[in-house]
Nanobody, 121 residues
Framework: QVQLVESGGGLDQAGGSLRVSCAAS????????MGWYRQAPGRQRELVAQ????????NYADSVKGRFTISRDNAKNTVHLQMNSLKPEDTAVYYC??????????????WGQGTQVTVSS
C-alpha cells in the first residue's frame, strides 16, 4: 500500500505562483510514475502533469505547458508541482497520483486526499 500526503496549494492572484508537494510512503514493489490531476467544480478530473520515477520523463496538459513544472526527489519519494503565471481557470482541487506496480506485478493506482488551489482574477 502507498499513502500520499499532499502539502501546499492555497490562494493566490492571477499571475502569481504556488507550489504543491506530495510525499509517498508505504511498501510497494515499485512506483513507476507520480503526478497531479485536478478537478474543478462540474468538470471531470484531468491530468495536469506526470513524471516517471525512473528516467524523469515528464508529461504535461497543454493548458499548463510553459507555466507548470513537475519535479521529483527520489530519495524522499516526493514530487513537486511548481505553478507559475497562474490563471483563474487553474482553480481546482489538485490530487496527487501514483502509478505503481504491486507485489503481484499488477498495476496499482493511489490517490491523495486533494488540496485546494484557488486563483483570483
Amino acid at each position: 500500500q502507498v499513502q500520499l500526503v499532499e502539502s501546499g496549494g492555497g490562494l493566490d492572484q492571477a499571475g502569481g505562483s504556488l507550489r504543491v508537494s506530495c510525499a509517498a510512503s508505504g511498501i510497494i514493489f515499485r512506483i513507476d510514475a507520480m503526478g497531479w490531476y485536478r478537478q474543478a467544480p462540474g468538470r471531470q478530473r484531468e491530468l495536469v502533469a506526470q513524471i516517471a520515477i525512473n528516467g524523469g520523463t515528464t508529461n504535461y496538459a497543454d493548458s499548463v505547458k510553459g507555466r507548470f513544472t513537475i519535479s521529483r526527489d527520489n530519495a524522499k519519494n516526493t514530487v513537486h508541482l511548481q505553478m507559475n503565471s497562474l490563471k483563474p481557470e487553474d482553480t481546482a482541487v489538485y490530487y496527487c497520483h501514483a502509478a505503481a506496480t504491486d507485489w503481484t506485478l499488477q498495476r496499482a493506482d493511489y490517490w491523495g486526499q486533494g488540496t485546494q488551489v484557488t486563483v483570483s482574477s
